[in-house]
């Protein structure tokens, strides 16, 4: 992103070699001059100011919270086949996008084969509970892998717990009514969204099918509950408690939003989403 005309009229970037996302909030989203314009009001992830945008060399463009966009701008975005996504705070939420039309539908092929050969499917599986468990298990049934990583995640819950210092009585879920639990409890599930958010994000991004999941397989974000998960020891749970034991000292501050702030902080802070492209990426060998 930067300051001043940019001059970019006709050429078309292939994503390849493009710079990747770009984050923006408070603002409004126009066209000047042929030119992808962004007026800043400031108090959020900007300075205020008058940005123009390098949306040829983008191949997705976040627009957070306080903002607009206008028809030129977004006609200008689709005609270069750069993506906009409406997103929480630093990518907390996904709430929408159009679909992004990457160059070429080479991962989705890649990604449609594994899921459709058990085999292959298993070795995905594989190969995500090994860089989550930071160690290859022997096992090759995949309600056994579950397992495995069931009792290793109750253990991770009892060590953040203990080094984030924060009371901790086990992992407690009802799918019927997320807000029921302890204070820890409904952290996990308001970290979980929010580092699905930046997933799904990363999915988008890369053109992979959101449907097609290794390890979830009901939910129509099954492969970006896939790539939440591999980061939910270092990233989620952290979140997560961190928010709780501020909430518990300072009950007047709503947990979610506690939450959200944490998550948003970290998801910019370790570079979350362009290294979960990457993760999409290895996982099927597309360099």
């Known amino acids: 992103m930067l300051l001043g005309r940019l001059g970019l009229d006709t050429a078309r970037l292939p994503h390849e070699i493009r710079h990747g996302l770009v984050y923006l909030d408070r603002g409004r989203l126009e066209v000047e001059d042929g030119c992808l314009r962004f007026?800043?009001?400031?108090?959020?992830?900007?300075?205020?100011?008058?940005?123009?945008?390098?949306?040829?060399?983008?191949?997705?463009?976040?627009?957070?919270?306080?903002?607009?966009?206008?028809?030129?701008?977004?006609?200008?975005?689709?005609?270069?086949?750069?993506?906009?996504?409406?997103?929480?705070?630093?990518?907390?939420?996904?709430?929408?996008?159009?679909?992004?039309?990457?160059?070429?539908?080479?991962?989705?092929?890649?990604?449609?084969?594994?899921?459709?050969?058990?085999?292959?499917?298993?070795?995905?599986?594989?190969?995500?509970?090994?860089?989550?468990?930071?160690e290859v298990l022997p096992a090759r049934d995949l309600d056994v892998l579950r397992g495995i990583e069931g009792a290793r995640m109750k253990e991770s819950y009892k060590l953040v717990a203990a080094r984030v210092g924060i009371a901790w009585g086990g992992r407690r879920y009802d799918r019927g009514n997320p807000s029921h639990g302890d204070v820890p409890n409904q952290a996990i599930n308001h970290a979980a969204s929010a580092i699905e958010g930046a997933a799904a994000i990363a999915v988008a991004c890369t053109g992979a099918i959101p449907q097609l999941g290794f390890i979830h397989e009901d939910s129509g974000q099954s492969f970006v509950l896939d790539i939440a998960d591999l980061v939910r020891v270092e990233t989620t749970i952290p979140v997560a408690f961190r928010a709780a034991k501020e909430h518990l000292a300072h009950p007047d501050q709503a947990l979610e939003r506690l939450v959200r702030r944490h998550a948003a902080e970290t998801i910019r802070r370790q570079k979350l989403i362009p290294a979960m492209i990457e993760r999409v990426k290895e996982l099927f060998e597309l360099s």
């Open 39 to 134: 007026v800043c009001a400031g108090g959020g992830g900007l300075p205020a100011g008058d940005y123009q945008i390098p949306h040829q060399a983008l191949s997705l463009v976040l627009l957070g919270p306080g903002s607009s966009v206008t028809h030129d701008a977004l006609r200008l975005l689709a005609r270069h086949n750069t993506g906009l996504a409406a997103v929480g705070q630093d990518g907390v939420r996904f709430y929408t996008a159009p679909p992004l039309l990457p160059d070429t539908s080479e991962l989705a092929r890649r990604q449609a084969r594994a899921w459709a050969d058990p085999e292959v499917r298993l070795s995905i599986a594989r190969r995500m509970y090994a860089w989550r468990l930071e």
